[in-house]
């Protein structure tokens, strides 16, 4: 039974087990995969670029050769002004060259598309086909496509094949229309060359054939029994006031124009009149007569009639594809962009800030932002909230295109009729222009803009990644191209010499670890010894510096030093260790000296390997500083290797420091991918050490035809048969790659010849034979050619290699002496000619290619090792770079050390510096020591910038005279304007915010003689109070004026009450303050003390009441729900803290179960609590005051239902039956009574209330409490005594009212509050 359980049970999936963002990262997803098993290559099948962590399969549908043609054109017009200037203007330079360049193109589209060859296949494979190739002019070479441009050309063919499936999508969409438009179909389709277009043209079928459209949906055949069932989809109810119009009369008002829309786009776009209007005899109001309705509800003036006939026809010419593409193709040349800056924006922006440069730009032309990253930085700054764009056409551009679309809606009529007519298709084109077409054109602007800045940015990042990466690794004079040296990487890590160990690292020719030491000093002997030991045992042939700090230049000259083998000194403090003065008396010279390069490199992928994963992997027993030399030692063996190891992460290395930022990440790394495929292809992988180096195996996903996924099965099946190739047939015959990916990686995967094995004599044994072409950039497709050349090089015939190895010759060439004579001696150009003539083969740079192989087999393409510049290394030490270290900035300087003529500092970012006696004073002849201490912080400013690198020496001269120091630096902080900027507006604003400033000094600088004032706002105020106790209290300038003061005191945490008071001058000497128009007080301390902390008291009594709930009102509210719901026969309330009016609090009740929570408004007095406005001067009271009134409102409610005969009460035209219990009227509002009111029971007539005013109001006698109206003058009186207490009554109450409370359960032992 257990056996049959086991087999049911469904077999166990990895998706079962993993998580699916595990799955993801570790690419074991069906889309995953998918793209494995496919032959295709692997970036062609994703949507993003392959480092990404989000990349997802592309769904998309390859060209035909059919589509080859159109996509050429579309693609060619498209690659860039400049090779659209060259090519295909008459006076163009390469104008003869146009139509080759088209074919050109034509063969890139049809192996990038239709082929599915990479860009580096073509670019090194088939050269000739995207370059001037003509039989009969060998020796004229033009390149037609750059490599950037055929990336580009890659780019256009996948928007061109989104834009034909668009138009598939299209066609397919007309066709169910079952419609015959001739305009569609000779006029729109024919022109659809963008996305835009396609999309325009869809809402304009939309628009055109909408009820044909829903029609067409809504049949149904009798069979269809199936469809029947399926849910439909609910179509929006909204109409648009066009498609009112277009079913009413109007519309044939409309037609009364004489000339339909598309008519008159069609003159538009043919700019002559092939349709003419047909005049009308009446003039339009006249004629608009005839279609008002007289039986309509309301009527419709001529006028108005008119203005919806003019409606539709400037939805219609808004709505057409071909003029919205004329708009968009006139905002590409003739836009113009204008900033202007917010409110926060002016305050924000100074001039010291980035965005200062375009704060007031004015009129600039579209195309001057092309090639900056200026516009993204507008975009920035607009989702900042700090500044508004607008963009618009120049008038006359605007004037030109509203007169042409005047030209062709208009009648050549002359008669008063016909101009009346004209001005109303002016007012047509008019409205079309305003509310369609320029709308559309600014958002395509915007857009197109953006786009084209952000493609221009990437490409620039792109660039600066391959100048970083298209070098070759380090190596000795001595040493040969293709050699990899050995490595001793050295850091002293930020510098600290209490903290921080000297770490050495010794990577050998492999790149594998060998040592790695750490030692405290390069001073003391014992670690003198040591060092030297290493360079002795290790004999590294470069040593590179790198650190954390500026202390790597002393360390670095320290090391240089050791090497020449030149005397040391025991203090690295000492003067001359620093750079100046004089050295102390030197030790022994060392006794030996070294000649061993020491140079500074590169750190930034360095300073992100330290702390990766990946490094945490491989030396997990390495500190981080020890780490980051491994990766300066790599950076120097690889640069290409290690940058391609980052993975994603190379989105962080900064390429453009100040706008790289603002590009989209997915679309810098599809920039920095191509670059990595670009050098990797160059340089070609070794498959072997690929297999068996988990390091160097990062380059392999960039191979032309592979990726992460494809590179990662490779690796898996070699991995299998044993680790190790021989040769690259096994690529196909072992079934490693499918057949176009073998195509496109074949040449750049190198198979290293092992020089001791010879060629096998039999040529049919070649299957596990070594193929010296195998170790070649040769293509195997053009492996018989290479033969043949050595052949013909060599002078043999094929009688004489019959029975030898097909590449037997190749050997023998390589290995010969005058291989280079012999090779250059053979006529390619006529090799090339006769080739083409026999088969059409195009071979001519592929041949080039083949002699150079033979010559030096994969040799080194690319530009040797850089050395960096003295400001590449101040930049990596210090942050430090031309902008912000200049001469005449003022910068912070701490005081180091003091001599008789000089000053030593040192800046914050490290920099030293030093102070010349003539700098530090006016007069110029003080002692350092009488003007300055060791260890103060000054301000300077930067007299000059001394760099040598040679000698790592990195300082600055500064000055502390106040004469240079008052001047500022503001001139050299301040950002540039740009040249197109709008003075006038700037400097009314200027003069605003300068008036705003002046007003708010005036404002501020008021002082009042008292321990509470500040000159604080309010936000400052309540900071300020945050950690103060409750009833603290702060007095500052109030923004009313200088006759007002506020007084903020903190009522709870988070929680402040701002009081305005108002200050009258008595005219007797002294002031009046006045609080509310009701409390005056003589001076500040008596109205803090009275009022303030009265009212203080008054909210902590209260917040110390049993019936307070700490908390939100929402809090409350589920407080008392769950206990009526626990209690159903009581009722509940309590109090809590009004959060929006600070001071207040809100009384909360529930009356029943059925009931909903009400909240009654608490406002608290220094003397008294008032409910609405009734005063009462003690918690208790304000409880009996609560319960009393909620008695009053429901007796009166009730009373008010039995006149009316129990119905729900009227409460006036309009009003709706109160959706609550109607024995319990919401919050703030009265019951609703008849004329004959509810008697007061303590004498006297209830006044009658307002909708919403309470019954306590001011025309209700005085209370119990003996408490005087609320219109008394200032204050209130003591209450009076009413003789002794009642047993079973509260202290203070008017025995009459508590009879009555007590009569109705008001509370007590049977009352239902609780």
């Known amino acids: 039974m257990d056996f049959e359980e086991e087999r049911l049970k469904p077999e166990m999936r990895y998706q079962d087990v993993f998580e699916p963002s595990e799955i993801r990262a ?35 549908q390859n060209l035909t050769e059919a589509d080859l043609d159109d996509a050429a054109m579309w693609v060619t017009v498209r690659l860039s002004p400049r090779k659209t200037r060259d090519f295909f203007s008459p006076e163009g330079p390469y104008n003869m060259y146009r139509e080759p360049l ?216 808004g709505k057409d594809p071909l003029l919205r593409q004329a708009m968009r193709d006139l905002f590409k040349t003739d836009a113009l962009i204008s900033v202007l800056p917010t409110e926060r924006g002016m305050t924000k922006i100074d001039e010291h800030h980035p965005y ?99 493609d221009t940015l990437a490409a620039h990042c792109g660039n600066v990644l391959r100048e970083r990466i298209d070098v070759a690794p380090y190596i000795t004079p001595e040493m040969k191209p293709g050699d990899t040296a050995s490595v001793l990487a050295v850091s002293w890590g930020k510098g600290d010499p209490q903290k921080d160990a000297i770490t050495l690292v010794f990577l050998d020719e492999a790149g594998r670890l060998r040592e790695h030491t750490k030692i405290d000093n390069l001073v003391d002997r014992d670690y003198l010894d040591e060092f030297t030991d290493l360079l002795k045992r290790r004999r590294p042939d470069v040593i590179v510096m790198g650190g954390l700090s500026m202390a790597t230049t002393k360390l670095s000259s320290k090391v240089r030093a050791l090497i020449k083998g030149e005397p040391s000194n025991s203090d690295p403090t000492a003067n001359g260790a620093d750079g100046w003065g004089v050295s102390e008396a030197p030790k022994e010279a060392n006794e030996q000296a070294f000649n061993i390069p020491v140079m500074y490199v590169r750190d930034e992928v360095a300073r992100m390997y330290q702390h990766s994963k990946r490094a945490a992997e491989e030396f997990s027993a390495l500190s981080p500083v020890a780490k980051y030399c491994v990766g300066l030692a790599r950076y120097v063996q690889s640069p290409l290797n290690e940058y391609s190891a980052l993975g994603h992460d190379i989105t962080a290395i900064p390429l453009e420091d100040e706008d790289q930022h603002l590009i989209p990440k997915e679309k810098l790394l599809s920039a920095l991918e191509r670059t990595l495929v670009d ?4 340089v070609g992988v070794d498959i072997n050490r690929a297999v068996n180096d988990s390091y160097y195996q990062h380059l392999l996903p960039f191979v032309c035809g592979l990726g992460p996924r494809k590179a990662q099965v490779l690796v898996k099946k070699i991995s299998a048969m044993g680790g190790n190739l021989i040769n690259r047939d096994q690529f196909i015959k072992s079934s490693l790659l499918t057949t176009k990916i073998f195509l ?19 040529r049919h044994a070649d299957d596990d034979v070594q193929d010296p072409l195998d170790d070649t950039r040769i293509h195997p497709e053009d492996y018989e050619l290479a033969r043949k050349m050595a052949t013909d090089a060599l002078e043999l015939d094929e009688e004489d290699i019959h029975d030898e190895h097909p590449s037997h010759v190749v050997s023998v060439i390589m290995q010969d002496v ?27 740079h592929t041949l080039n290619v083949i002699r150079e192989e033979l010559l030096k087999p994969f040799s080194e393409q690319r530009a040797p090792f850089p050395s960096l510049g003295p400001w590449d290394v101040l930049t990596m030490l210090s942050g430090e770079t031309p902008r912000t270290l200049r001469m005449g900035l003022i910068v912070s300087i ?160 988070k929680l402040y009450q701002h009081i305005d008071v108002t200050e009258i001058n008595t005219g007797q000497g002294g002031n009046l303050l006045i609080v ?142 109160p959706a609550r219990t109607p024995a319990h009227p919401a919050a703030g509002h009265m019951s609703i009574r008849q004329a004959a009111r509810t008697p007061n029971p303590y004498g006297g007539q209830t006044p009658a209330p307002g909708i919403g005013v309470p019954s306590f109001g001011p025309g209700a006698p005085s209370s119990s409490f003996n408490i005087p109206p609320p219109q008394a003058s200032f204050g209130y009186q003591t209450p009076a005594y009413s003789g002794p207490p009642v047993p079973g009554i509260p202290p203070g109450m008017n025995p009459q009212r508590a009879a009555m409370i007590q009569n109705t359960a008001g509370w007590g032992q049977d009352s239902g509050w609780s």
């Open 26 to 60: 570790r690419m074991l997803t069906e889309d995953d995969d998918l793209i494995r098993a496919q032959d295709i290559p692997e970036r062609m099948q994703l949507a993003t670029s392959s480092l990404s962590q989000s990349s997802t399969l592309s769904l998309h």
């Open 102 to 317: 088209v074919m050109a193109v034509t063969y890139a589209l049809r192996f990038l598309f239709v082929q599915e060859f990479e860009v580096p296949y073509i670019w090194t494979h088939k050269r000739d086909y995207i370059s001037y190739f003509n039989p009969q002019e060998m020796r004229t070479r033009v390149q037609l496509i750059s490599l950037a441009e055929l990336w580009r050309i890659y780019a256009l063919g996948q928007k061109y094949r989104s834009l034909a499936q668009r138009r598939n999508a299209l066609a397919l969409s007309y066709a169910r229309l079952n419609v015959e438009d001739e305009y569609f179909e000779q006029t729109i389709r024919p022109k659809i060359d963008s996305v835009e277009v396609v999309t325009d043209a869809t809402e304009w079928l939309t628009m055109r054939y909408k009820l044909k459209k829903q029609d067409a949906f809504d049949f149904q055949f009798h069979d269809d029994d199936d469809q029947a069932e399926t849910r439909k989809r609910k179509a929006p109810s909204r109409i648009s006031a066009y498609e009112v119009a277009k079913k009413s009369i109007v519309s044939k008002l409309a037609d009364g124009f004489g000339i339909k829309p598309h008519e008159v786009v069609y003159n538009f776009v043919a700019q002559e009149n092939a349709h003419f209007v047909d005049d009308q005899e009446l003039n339009p109001v006249a004629f608009a007569e005839q279609f008002t309705d007289p039986d309509a509800v309301v009527a419709q003036p001529a006028e108005e009639v008119l203005r919806r006939a003019r409606m539709i026809l400037a939805t219609e010419l």
């Open 356 to 454: 200062f440069n375009f704060k007031y730009l004015h009129h600039k032309s579209i195309t001057q932002m092309m090639d900056t990253p200026q516009f993204l930085h507008i975009l920035a700054a607009e989702a900042e909230l700090l500044v508004t764009v607008s963009t618009f056409l120049t008038n006359e551009a605007k004037s030109k295109f509203e007169r042409r679309l005047n030209d062709a809606f208009a009648s050549d009529s002359y008669s008063d009729t016909a101009r009346a007519w004209n001005e109303e298709r002016s007012r047509v084109v008019q409205e079309a222009l305003e509310q369609h077409l320029i709308p559309v054109g600014v958002k395509w602007a915007r857009e197109w803009l953006r786009e084209e800045v952000e």
């Open 679 to 682: 050098v990797t292809n160059k």
């Open 744 to 762: 496109n990686a074949a040449g750049f995967l190198r198979i290293s010849r092992d020089p001791e094995v010879k060629l096998s004599k039999n």
């Open 818 to 844: 005058d291989n280079e004579k012999k090779l250059n001696e053979l006529n390619l150009d006529e090799f090339a000619v006769s080739m083409y003539e026999a088969n059409e083969d195009r071979k001519r």
């Open 894 to 1053: 701490m005081v180091v050390r003091l001599e008789q003529t000089l000053v030593h500092i040192r800046l914050d970012s490290g920099i030293e510096g030093v102070i010349d006696i003539g700098y530090l004073t006016e007069e110029g002849n003080m002692a350092p020591k009488d003007v300055v201490k060791k260890g103060q912080t000054l301000p300077g400013v930067i007299v000059d910038v001394k760099l040598d690198l040679p000698a790592d020496q990195f300082f600055v001269k500064v000055s502390v005279r106040q004469s240079d120091l008052r001047a500022g630096d503001g001139l050299f902080r301040s950002v540039k304007r740009d040249d197109q900027w709008n003075l006038p507006q700037f400097e009314r604003d200027s003069e605003m915010q300068a008036r705003k400033k002046r007003a708010e000094i005036d404002r501020t600088r008021r002082v009042v003689k008292h321990p509470n004032f500040h000159n604080f706002n309010a936000t400052q105020a309540e900071n300020y109070l945050d950690k103060q106790q409750r009833g603290d209290v702060v007095i500052r300038p109030s923004s009313k004026g200088v006759d007002h003061l506020a007084v903020t005191w903190k009522v709870d945490d």
């Open 1076 to 1217: 509310d128009e009701k409390h005056q007080y003589a001076d500040l301390d008596e109205l803090i003390v009275n009022h303030v902390q009265a009212t203080a008291r008054k909210v902590e009594e209260l917040m110390a009441h049993e019936k307070f709930k700490h908390g939100s009102e929402d809090e409350l509210h589920l407080f008392l729900k769950n206990f009526v719901a626990a209690n159903p026969a009581k009722s509940i309330y309590g109090f809590t803290l009004n959060r929006r009016k600070p001071g207040h609090f809100n009384l909360c009740f529930l009356a029943n179960k059925n009931s909903t929570v009400q909240t009654w408004p608490v406002r608290v007095m220094p003397e008294s609590y008032c409910l609405f406005d009734a005063a009462v001067a003690g918690v208790p009271e304000l409880c009996d005051a609560f319960k009393v009134r909620h008695l009053h409102q429901s007796q009166n409610l009730a009373g008010s239902a039995a006149a009316a005969g129990g119905k729900t009460p009227y409460a006036g035209a309009g009003a709706r039956t």
